[in-house]
């Protein structure tokens, strides 16, 4: 299971900051938070997935069983 991390936004759409799913991919990864979190489905298409610090560009990305992906919004400032 991979530990899901939210922040900012993301943590207020999914009204946790932590969880943890069972997600081969980053596209199956997708699906099971917005089937738990129906908020996130407008936020997650704007936000970064970061995959074991690393940004995941596709849905085909691999998670790990015991990955860490945090979901970061976008921020303003600088």
Excluded: I, N
Aim: a negative charge; glycine letters at 10%; hydrophobic letters at 45%.
């Amino acid at each position: 299971m991979a530990t899901v991390r939210y922040f900012a936004g993301a943590r207020d759409a999914a009204g946790t900051e932590t969880e943890t799913v069972d997600a081969v991919t980053v596209g199956e990864l997708h699906a099971a938070l917005v089937a738990r979190h129906a908020a996130l489905a407008d936020v997650l298409p704007r936000c970064s997935l970061l995959v074991g610090g690393v940004r995941a560009s596709a849905d085909d990305t691999p998670v790990g069983a015991d990955e860490t992906v945090d979901v970061l919004p976008p921020f303003a400032g600088g």
